[in-house]
């Protein structure tokens, strides 16, 4: 069973950074997916971004694109959401998961069901 941790949540102003962590309990395996996603109140569970393990491939969602980079240090087994520029719209629970998709590419990486493990969520709030 692997756990996973987020941190780095919090308020922050329209246009400011933030980066959020996720730490894995174990070591990562190479042909995992590491993800983000998010949830607004009201709103559905959406995929913001997520990264192979093995290789360092990243995929975006459109919403954040040329904003948000995703990236991971193997070593800590652990991946990190850079977010410049946030908007309210951002505004959300950020959720880390991690699997092993028989996949690769858009219609795998962004797609909730293809992750086994979930973290427990951390709060983004962007004020206007």
């Known amino acids: 069973q692997v756990q996973l941790v987020e941190s780095g949540g919090g308020l922050v102003q329209a246009g400011d950074s933030l980066r959020l962590s996720c730490q894995a309990s174990q070591r990562t395996l190479s042909r995992w997916a590491m993800g983000w996603f998010r949830q607004a109140p009201g709103k559905e569970r959406e995929f913001v971004a997520a990264i192979r393990w093995s290789g360092g491939l990243t995929f975006y969602a459109d919403s954040v694109k040329g904003r948000f980079i995703i990236s991971r240090d193997i070593a800590k087994n652990t991946v990190y959401l850079q977010m410049d520029s946030v908007k309210p719209d951002d505004t959300a629970v950020y959720y880390c998961?991690?699997?092993?998709?028989?996949?690769?590419?858009?219609?795998?990486?962004?797609?909730?069901?293809?992750?086994?493990?979930w973290g427990q969520g951390t709060q983004v709030t962007v004020s206007s």
């Open positions: 998961a991690a699997g092993s998709p028989d996949c690769l590419g858009y219609g795998c990486y962004d797609v909730s069901q293809r992750y086994d493990y």
